[in-house]
Every structure is written in C-alpha cells, then in structure tokens.
C-alpha cells in the first residue's frame, strides 16, 4: 500500500479544517501559546518503511502518551507485581476523578487514568536508579535520537499541577503510594512535558506492532504478551471518556495527549502518531482523530 | 490447525475444575437449578469448519448474549438513529447501576448493559411488527434449527424483574422510551428467555466473523463496518465491568450472560462459544473464562 | 403579639413580588394551570388563637406536606418498627435521587424524601384497613372539616409518576417494600393529592406545637418524644437541598410541597401555613420562603 | 434544677460501660494513647451557674469542635463574604468526602466538614496578621484561662494529613482557596490540635446560649441572628453523618471532635460539654452521645 500517498492525501483533505474548531490545552501557558494550525501525521511498519506528510517532524508535548512509555518500563523493572495496585478497567469517568478512587480505596482503575499514571511513576522511582533518565533513555534508544524534557513544560506542569498533588495525597491516604508525592510527581510531570515529533514517536512506538521486539536492533523491548496487554489497554482505556467512541469509529489501539498528539497501533503492520494541538469536548485532538478514522476508512485496517 | 483437538484438550483440563468454584445465577429458579458442572464449547471457522466437545449440545438459556442478536437486528430495522439514545462508551458500573443513567439524563452508556438493552428493545417495538417473532426468526435463520424462548424463564425474569422495571421507568421518567414499560420489557424478558447449545450459538454468532455475510448462505446481515463497530461494543462492553481484564487476558470480542455462557469472535477466522454455569464475582463463566485464556494462548489468537 | 397584624404586613409587603419569580410546578396539568399570583398565610396558637391574611382560605395541592401526616400516622400504628427501613438522616441529594438509595442498599435516608415516603404508605398499608381512608381521617379530624383528594390530580401523579414507580421498583428488588408498587404508590399518589387551605393546614399541624396534643379536643396525637422528633425530622429535612438554608434563615422546622405549601412549627407556640404557588431553583415556594423569614424576623420567633 | 446532680447521676450511670465499646481515634499516636476509660461532662447556664462531673477538668484534643470557634472568628472577622465559598447545607457524605466536592466544583457544602473549615482557615489568613494566634487568643479570652495547641498532635495531624492534602489541593485546582495550601493547612492542624477540659469548653461555648454575649463580661462575641446561624449549623451538620440522628433523638445543636468531646447548646438556657474518647461507627463519642440523650431526657430541655 502507498502509505505516503494515504497520508499526504489526509493532510490535504483536513488543512481546510485547521484552526476552525476545538481548543488547544490552556491550563499551562507553554501549551496555550502552541499555533492551533499546526498538523503532522507519521507511520512506519513493521518492516521499517516509513511515511510522514505535514508538520510531521515538529516536536510537540507528549503528554499522556508517555504513560505508554512509562508503563512499558515499569513492565520492564517491575513485572507483575505492578498490577498490585492498579486496575485494568476503564474509568468510566473523566480522567482526573477522584470519584472512583474513593469508592475503590485509591486503586486507579488503570494505568492510563493520570492516578494509575502516578502509580506507575511511584513503582519507577522504587526500581530506578533515576527514573526520569530512564524514562528518557527508552524512548532514545527506541527512536535513535536523543530526546529531552521541556523543563519550562515541567515546572508549569508543577506549578498548575494541584488536581495531581489531590490525586497522589488521595492514594497516599489509602496506602497506595511508597514514595513521596513531590519525589512521584517530579517524575511524572516530567515525562508529560517530554517533547517528541511525529515521526520520532512512530518509531519510538515500533515495538507495539512487533509483538515486543525492538524497532531496529530486534532485541527484545517487552515479551509478545506483554504488548499484547498494552494495545488491550490503549483499545480499552487510551483515549479518556472516550475509548469505546474510538474503538467504535477507529478500531485500533490507540493513546492520546493534551498536547494533541495520538499514537495508534495496527498490530503487525504499522504503529501510528497524528498531532494537531486542538482538542474537542473529550480532551482528544479534534483532527487527529478525523485523519484516524481517514486512515483505517481508506486502508481498511481494523483489529475487528 | 487442528481446533477439534484444542477444543478437546480445554475439556479434559478444565473436567476436575468443574463445580468447584463460582456460584449459579440464583435469581429465579429456572436458573437456579441448572446444575454447575457442565460444560460445553464450539466453534465453527469463517470456511463453515466446525469443533466441539463437552455438553457442547445443551440448550442453556442464553440471557445478555441476546443482546447482540437485539442489537444486530436494531441495526438493520433502525440504522443510525439507534445511536441517539445509546451511547458507546464502557460503563465503569455494575451492569444494572442507575447511578450513571441519573448523571447522564437517562442515556444508557452502551447497548450491552441492561438499561442500553432495553432501549434497543424499544427500538425494536416500532419497527417490528412482531419483535419477539423477529428475534427468533433471525437466530432460527442463521443457526439454521427452530430456536424458541423458554417461557418458564420468561415469565420468572418478569415476575422479579424490580431492577429492570425500575431502570425502565426510570429512562421513561427522563423520555428516552418511546413505548409501554410493560410492551417494552416483555420483548426484552422474552429475548433473555431464549436457549441454544453452544454449537447452535457458533454457528449464529458467524456474521461476525465474516465481515457480516451470512453464516452458511452468503447473503449479508450487515455491513463490514456495522459488524465491526458490534465488535468494538463487545470487546469494550461485553463482558460487565470485567471488559477491560478479558481484552488484557484474553484478547477478543466476547459477549457472556449470567446463563454462564460467553460467545467470542476472532475476525476473519471463527467464532466460538463456551458455556459453564458456575459465574465468578463478575458475573462472567468462571470456567468459561478460564477456557478462553487457554484457547488463545494455545492457539495465539488475538486482535492485538 | 399582634400575630394578625404580622400577617397582614406580609401580604402587603411581598404582594408587588406576587408572580415576578419562580415557577409554578408544570409536571401535571392540575399543578401547571394553578395561577402564580396567589399568596396565603395563616398561622395557629397552642391556646386557640388564629390569624390569617392573603388568600388563605384557598385549597392548594398539599403534595409532598403530606408526609408529615402519613409519618403520624404510621408512628401511631407501626411504632418504632418503622424506623427499621427508613432512616433519618438528611439526604444531601436532590429529593427523588436514585443514587444514595443504590449506595444504602435500598433503605431510604429518611421519611421525607419520595423514597421515604413509599416506604411508610408500605407500613400504612400493612397496618391500616383503609390506609387512603384513614390519611383523610386523620386530617378531617384534626382541622374538624372534611378533607378530600384532588382525584384529577391523583390520577395525573399516577400517570407522569415513572420517577416514583422507579424508586418503587428499585426498593422492591432490594426487598425493602412488603406490597404490590401499585397498592402502595396509589396510596402515596392520592396523599398527595390532597387540597387544603393554609387555615386548614395551621389548624390541622397543631399538635406539633403542643406536645403531641390533639389541637382542639386535647386528646393525644402522638407522644411528646415523637412530636419532638418529627420536628427535628422537619427540621433537618422537610425541605429538599435546602434544609440547611432553611434553618440558617428561617431557624424553624419547616415541611413543604411542590404545590407551593410551607407549614412551620414554632414549639410551645404556633403553627404556620403558608402558600404561594410559584417554586425557586430548590422547590420550595419562592414567596413562602420569604415570608419565613420575615415573620421569624419580625416576631423573633426561632428555635435556636 | 439540679444540675450538678442532674451530671453525677448520668457520670454514675455510665461508669459501668467505660471501656467497653466504641474505638479511641488511632490515626495518630497522640489520640491513640488516650485511655478509653475517661469520662466528663462539665454545663454552664446563661446566669453562670456551672456544674460538672467525672474528669471534667482533663484536657482533651478539641479536634473538630475547634470549627466552631473558627467559624465564629471568620463570622467576625470576614462577615457575610464568607458564604461566596462555602454551603450551608448538610453533606449526607462522610465528613471527608471528596465525592461532593468534585461535583458542586470544590465549594464544600458546609464551613464543618473538613473541606468547609479548610476554607474557613482560608479566610483567617487572609484577614488575621496571625491566625493560629488569633483562635487562641479567642478561646483563652471566652473561658478566662491561657489556652494552648499541642505541638506533637499538630505535627503529628500534619504528617498524616494526606486526605486534607488532597481535599485542599483539589478545591485549590477549582480556585476555592486563595491562599497557599501549606499555609492554610497549618492552620487548620493548629486548631485541631488545641486542647481543653470539658469545664473550659462549656465556659468558651457560652456566647452560643447567650445570643452572641459574651459568656463573662457581657461583651458582644456575634450578633443574635449569627449566632443562631451558628446554632443552625451545628444541628443540621455538627456530627458528621449523624446530624439527623443527633437532632432526632437529643435535639440540640452539637458540635463533636474525634477526640471524643461533644458541645452541645440550649439556646437562652446553658452549654454543654461532654467528652470520652471511644468513637461509635459515625465518628462520634459514644458515651458522650449516650450521655445527651441522657440529659435531655431527664431535663426536657430540647429546642423541638
């Protein structure tokens, strides 16, 4: 299939439609400023072919989507014992209730919720010697450049960050954290305000479609089935409120940020990342999901 | 591959298991005295290959699976406008819960929790001339064998159906159904009513592993994309708020009932359905479930 | 004090606001064509005394003031027995919410609430040989003219009444009613129904101001401890959401009534009806709530 | 009356049951060390007559009766601004709820849940050159003797806060406090951790029965209409989720604190009170609640 005519034919098609609707994250002024006109989109297969079209080399803040990353390392250093104190179900809800926390004595739902995202960050510093260099040394070596924190992100992401500080107290109140929240958070809010462009993070993801191996030196990331349950938890709870609606209208696996950023997964073909920073009513990017549906519509790549 | 022998082998593992753990749904009686220690599976494979073993020819009564067979010919008579008083997305609740249906204005989260089913059955009562005849006339069609309801069963759900009259009058109270409480839930009493062996559900169920066609005669159900989205509804709500832990553990599409059967879809290669009394504390087959890890991971099938 | 001339000042006071705010209730036809420029107030001393003033002899829908009665009357013929499915805490929730009665397994939080109310027309039931007769016994006795219901009303309430059939059948399915929905919600739909005037009503409510005393005849009512505690109960939650509001302003145990109707207890001193058909955002009557609080400004009258 | 007699007998009556039921709060070792078998009561009238029984001279930890006090200094020191950020209303939620918080967007529904009296500190220290100094200041003044924080509780309150933290962090991401969550935390520990003996509180409470005098000089402390506010505000919410018990069977406005006191006024008459440190299920003394109802039997006094 011609992946760079696909894509450059979305790119097209949605430019009309760049600026004209949703809004981009506001709750930090690094993300405010970021030109809502802006849109890349980026593959590469399994077999190492690569097509990109648009602002598809701009690095942009990856958000939620680094609790992916952070996971897949925690899978790493942590194993099962992981699954100790965070769900695999979907939410339900909006992604930073405390609603369900309390009803489930501060057990996050999953790891994708931001509370199941501290929990793994509190499992990183527990096995990491420095898990923010961890954190960074991953996603490096995945897409063979070196990638870095914007530290102006992390410490608005500090300074903002008091739904966060609620949830971590919260769950320590319950038992559910070892480490101390600032020492938790100082990690988590450095892995949202990584910043990578669309074509690093197709790469970076490589190893979702791959049943694990790495995206070029074949080494082995996470086991078959480990990947396995990641995709399983980016169908079922990747996208906010809004996972059953993409899984319904897109059928992939997929993870999203404020930053506008989405990763999808076409398992054993191709990983995915599309990014415009405006968002729509569920805190997804607005286009991004538009050129999704484009992409499985016209190349009929579905899971089911 | 040889699935007479995988079905075979799960048979004789899980035998010593049988009644051991999990409880039969004691609701009604009907229910109540099907013995635990059955069990039966089958599948039938997109070339019309079928496998079984165990009581794979017990009629059990089919409870929620219906569901999908109500949603499949709402999809036909109704299209797209079932969709604004349904929503998409997974619950997060137990499968009867009003709480999220006062939050959301009556608008059931999905088709597949009662609440969503009952609209579905509304649905059903204005464009049907006889709801409950169509409903067995389109199982009776697909698994090629006279289906029926069983009226004992029927009768039972009616006469203690509180939490469903009380959820029913409760989207009546907000407008979302159109007709009578009692026309309404007689259809839904009724298509909850129904038994069928597993090799009869196999068989019925084929649609959805065929982008929609026929299961024997080639003529089309429904759409590849409507058959996809059922898909997506049953790999994200399927299986009550266990929907999140069989996608990480098991990996496919699959619908259960309290009846302790469970009916999974692997696209484009078969279907398949399990039946176990003995329910675990979600309400989902304890064995049914156990069955369907160890055919996936016996035969690496998976959508992720 | 001059109570007469209190009452009057009121209705001059507030009549320039008669039919500039609120909204008349609009649920039933019956309620929805009352006009919203009516005003009456009138109030009872322990010795006899009585004042009126505005359009106090005017029969209004008693509505949800009924369940004062009915709790007098079940606290006469059940006794303490009917504290063991009812509660007696404020329900922090709006009055007909399904939510707290899902979390408390089906015990409603009080007598007050809808869900209360069922609960004690079930008792009546049990107890009574006539349950409808009896409520209207009890109110003819106690203003010593003849009390009817609003049968257009009653009839209306039953057939717009899903909200209530939903808590109904919800209890039920927690075991929580011992009748048929239908017996107990014709009860509870013709208590409301009932049409009194203000003068009527203050005279009717006395024994809550007297200890338990019948108003006129000086037989007993109720004990002194269970006048106390109805009281308290209409106190903490007689009026809705706002019972905390009420009692910061107003500092008198108040119960009122969709249809516009407020009665108040002074303890060891009066009873007060008041009545003005339009609702605020909580329910209550807009101007009723205002002369509250002038009359207990002006007299000093207040429980605390 | 007697009432020195009146608290011997009920101090005899309960001696037997000292150390038999309920738990000593143990979520800190400073409370946790308390021994159970403690008990005193201590009232003072309106006329300064004053009597007291049992270890009525012990200082205890005055926790969450300290709200009362606060408030009172707020209601001097901030006025009617105070409301713009907190309820009125009773909670029907554990008192540490933060359920109701997320969905009335972080105005706690009244100033004696601990979200309510954090926003309360809020305003303290906003309008106090020094808060912490201004609540003693208050206290030692109203009872005519120094009064003082436990330094070891505060830290220890502060080191274990983490459901405060959280509950402050989370009405900081709404913009409910204004000041720095540390700061305003500081405190609020302080405040719980002031201790008092039984006779002190009844002499401090005085003004509560007093309508707003002070309880010795005569001094205005708030105005009549505040002060029966305040009054309001202890009967509808000044026992965690017991409040409709608390007014049902004792009838009086009570404040209680998990150090085991409870206060307790009968407005134009006296103040109370009581204090044993094992906790019935609901957070509150059980002996000492045991002891009111005691008290309001035998004396009649209740405001119902």
């Known amino acids: 299939m011609d992946y760079q005519a696909v894509l450059e034919s979305i790119v097209e098609e949605l430019r009309?439609?760049?600026?004209?609707?949703g809004h981009v994250a506001s709750?930090?002024?690094?993300?405010a400023r970021v030109p809502a006109t802006q849109f890349g989109i980026a593959l590469r297969t399994c077999d190492?072919?690569?097509?990109?079209?648009?602002d598809s080399a701009t690095p942009f803040s990856i958000q939620s989507i680094s609790k992916v990353f952070s996971?897949?390392?925690?899978?790493?250093?942590?194993?099962?014992?992981?699954?100790a104190r965070i769900g695999r179900e979907p939410s339900g809800n909006p992604f930073n209730s405390l609603v369900q926390l309390e009803s489930e004595k501060g057990v996050p739902r999953n790891p994708f919720i931001n509370a199941g995202a501290i929990v793994v960050a509190d499992h990183l510093v527990a096995q990491c010697v420095d898990a923010k260099a961890e954190i960074l040394g991953l996603l490096s070596d995945l897409c063979a450049e070196p990638i870095a924190f914007d530290e102006e992100v992390a410490s608005s992401e500090a300074g903002s960050g008091h739904r966060n500080l609620a949830l971590s107290h919260f769950m320590k109140s319950f038992g559910i954290l070892d480490h101390d929240v600032a020492t938790v958070l100082d990690v988590y809010f450095h892995q949202c305000a990584i910043r990578m462009s669309?074509?690093?993070?197709?790469?970076?993801?490589?190893?979702?479609?791959?049943d694990g191996a790495h995206p070029r030196v074949g080494a082995r990331v996470l086991s078959e089935q480990q990947v396995r349950r990641i995709n399983a938890l980016m169908l079922t709870c990747g996208t906010y409120?809004?996972?059953g609606e993409f899984a319904f209208s897109i059928?992939?696996?997929?993870?999203s940020g404020v930053g506008g950023g989405i990763i999808a997964v076409v398992p054993d073909r191709l990983t995915l990342c599309v990014w415009s920073p405006a968002l729509d009513a569920t805190g997804n990017s607005l286009l991004g999901r538009c050129a999704l549906e484009r992409f499985t519509a016209r190349t009929g790549l579905s899971i089911f």
């Open 16 to 21: 009309p439609q760049l600026g004209r609707a």
């Open 27 to 31: 709750y930090i002024p690094a993300l």
């Open 48 to 54: 190492g072919v690569e097509a990109a079209a648009g």
């Open 71 to 83: 996971l897949t390392l925690a899978m790493q250093v942590a194993g099962e014992r992981l699954w």
């Open 198 to 210: 669309c074509v690093q993070m197709a790469r970076a993801a490589g190893y979702l479609c791959r």
């Open 241 to 243: 409120d809004a996972a």
């Open 251 to 255: 059928g992939l696996p997929c993870k």
